[in-house]
């Protein structure tokens, strides 16, 4: 009987205990964000770590511990680190869920509640495959399993982790949800951020714009054209330096680009939209891996009331997405220096930053890390060079120089940071297998 199968039958043994296991995981808050159950998660998490058969260990950071549980496998074996996140958001306004946040309650085959879908229904898909594994006969590869308790916060402390344990072949991580189309995916890369605020002084105070209209210097004109110095209307971003390290996309990168399912003008009608920013000429996805500079919200200190007056002070709240080659610092240091050039004035304040991160298709676990997801799953993955959106893998690429392979195991509509957050159960039963048919491939490679 082929690996899948066996895991499968498993799985199937052992459903209502397995959602169990899911269902009280849930029940434990864990928001990072504000200490709620931090401490009686870390005893969860330690306890799940120790029954899928892997030596635990809390590891201070100074923030809320990293979780890591370790196993050996055969001699020459790799060494694989799963990296997942014990810690949730705030529940947010209690009003919209349907049933308690805290409370998981089992609806049309989903589970709902706070983690389920981010992470840690993921991460327990990904436990209960190696305890699967181990039952069946044994890991395959040398384990190490990383819980990070600060995700939902930057996982500010993530790479004095990592400076703890020892450096991994690669690295597996599950978050996020599939590929929009609602197929399995495995995805290489991330972009990263960096958010901040412009801010633009007048007058002391809000002054009378009859009286002083003409008169008075408008912090709201001067930011408006500061951001004209900072992008064209055709889409170029007009600070130097700021894209001056993007790396070129490889082969490999551009074919699985090209091979992503997108039907452009219907995502673009769910929108309300009928064409895409500029500039023009880049695909949808390539879109999505390249670097982008966006104006989250203008406003004036006026206290919302909009009166006719001249503000004393105009903000624009900004964030930059970052690819390859790129790094926080480097950018925040080119934006200062436009400033310093076009607007002295302005006043830059940096806000939370992540880095990028970027495995490429020709790296030679990839396609081992495609063949175990397709196995476990039952489908053909989608290969994703990069998320749009921004998730805390650098540390592993860059402060431990390995690749990173994502694996997502939740539904496209799983809600999370959001009400009624959700995890389709038969992605938490497919994604157990899945978690063991990729260590099965990823040591084959190894033999």
């Known amino acids: 009987m082929e690996l899948a199968e066996r895991v499968g039958a498993w799985v199937r043994e052992r459903e209502p205990e397995l959602v169990a296991e899911l269902a009280a995981w849930i029940a434990q808050p864990s928001v990072s964000r504000t200490g709620e159950g931090m401490s009686g998660a870390v005893a969860h998490g330690v306890e799940l770590l120790r029954r899928s058969g892997l030596t635990p260990e809390v590891v201070e950071t100074g923030g ?19 990296y997942g996140h014990y810690d949730v958001q705030p529940a947010g306004p209690l009003h919209e869920w349907v049933t308690p946040p805290f409370q998981p309650d089992v609806r049309d085959g989903r589970m709902y509640g706070r983690g389920t879908g981010d992470n840690k229904g993921q991460h327990l898909a990904q436990l209960l495959g190696l305890r699967a594994l181990r039952e069946l006969g044994g890991l395959p590869c040398r384990v190490t399993v990383l819980l990070d308790g600060e995700e939902e916060i930057g996982s ?66 001067r930011l408006v054209h500061v951001l004209g110095t900072m992008r064209s209307p055709d889409g170029r971003v007009l600070i130097d330096g700021f894209a001056d390290a ?73 964030d930059m997405r970052l690819v390859g080659g790129q790094r926080a610092a480097d950018v925040a240091a080119a934006i200062r220096a436009h400033l310093d050039r076009h607007a002295p004035d302005v006043e830059f304040v940096p ?26 799953l039952g489908e053909e993955p989608l290969l994703v060079p990069a998320l749009g959106g921004s998730l805390p893998i650098a540390p592993f690429t860059d402060e431990l120089d390995v690749p990173c392979y994502g694996v997502p195991l939740a539904n496209v509509d799983e809600c999370n940071h959001a009400p009624n957050e959700n995890l389709v159960l038969d992605w938490f039963r497919r994604g157990i297998v899945a978690a063991a048919t990729v260590q099965h491939a990823i040591a084959e490679v190894g033999r």
């Open 246 to 318: 993007v790396e070129p996309l490889s082969p490999g990168e551009r074919s699985a680009l090209a091979a992503l399912p997108v039907d452009v003008p219907r995502v673009l009608a769910e929108i309300g939209v009928t064409g895409m920013e500029p500039p023009a000429g880049l695909g949808f996805y390539e879109r999505l891996t390249g670097p982008t500079f966006t104006v989250n919200s203008l406003t004036c200190e006026d206290a919302g009331e909009h009166r006719t007056v001249i503000p004393h002070v105009a903000v624009a709240k900004c």
């Open 351 to 376: 806000g939370a930053a992540m880095e990028p991160s970027r495995t490429l298709p020709e790296t030679p676990w990839t396609q081992a890390v495609l063949r175990g997801a397709r196995e476990g």
């Open 64 to 82: 809320w511990p990293a979780l890591v549980g370790t196993a050996p496998g055969p001699p020459g074996a790799p060494h694989v680190l799963v």
């Open 156 to 221: 500010p402390n993530l790479a004095k982790a990592l400076r703890q344990l020892e450096k991994p072949d690669l690295v597996v991580w599950s978050d996020g949800p599939v590929h929009e189309s609602g197929r399995a995916s495995v995805v290489l890369g991330v972009r990263g951020v960096l958010a901040f605020e412009l801010r633009a002084r007048g007058a002391s105070g809000a002054l009378h714009s009859g009286n002083w209209g003409g008169v008075a210097p408008n912090p709201a004109w």
